[in-house]
């Protein structure tokens, strides 16, 4: 019988069955780009690829020494013709030590991240202020993009 897996776990015979790559959880905090802090500590920064989706989670907390909140990506993100691709509500933050709180996405973060761009850059809520560059800042949150390529 065609496109049946057999006892022995074999897949052929399925039709249209492509096997997409991936990666377990990578940290690749040591190998990016961090603007916004002058320490960080007990960093989470790390993604997960399958096929050219990546998952990437984060936790960076420390010492503000910076109106930026971005990090870079462990692929460039994929091309769009419609530009920036914005990630919205995609964490919670803190800044000059004060968890913002929700209500009207003054406490979510946005992600904005260029058209086959490196980085993400992190804003308050819907605005385009920056944020405070002394006390203690906190972003954390996941979300997904697609890269360009792997």
């Known amino acids: 019988m065609s496109g ?15 096997e ?8 690749y905090y040591s190998s990016s780009t961090i603007t916004g ?5 007990n960093p989470i920064l ?3 690829r399958i ?17 930026n ?7 460039a993100n994929k091309s769009t013709p419609v530009g920036n691709y914005v990630v919205p509500n995609f964490g919670e933050c803190q800044d000059n030590g004060s968890q913002l709180l929700h209500g009207g996405g003054s406490g979510n973060i946005d992600g904005y991240l ?16 920056g944020w405070t560059n002394s006390g203690d800042k906190r972003i954390t949150g996941f979300f997904i ?6």
């Open 4 to 18: 049946i897996i057999n006892s022995a776990g074999s897949k052929s015979g399925v039709i249209g069955y492509t």
């Open 20 to 27: 997409l790559s991936s990666t377990e959880w990578t940290d």
């Open 37 to 41: 802090w002058g320490s960080v500590s």
């Open 46 to 48: 790390c993604y997960r």
């Open 51 to 67: 096929g050219t989706l990546i998952y990437i989670n984060f936790y960076l907390s420390g010492v503000s020494n910076h109106t």
């Open 69 to 75: 909140a971005e990090f870079t990506l462990p692929y």
């Open 114 to 129: 260029a058209p086959s761009g490196s980085s993400v850059i992190c804003r308050i809520g819907k605005s385009a202020s």
């Open 145 to 150: 993009y697609e890269a360009n390529s792997v």
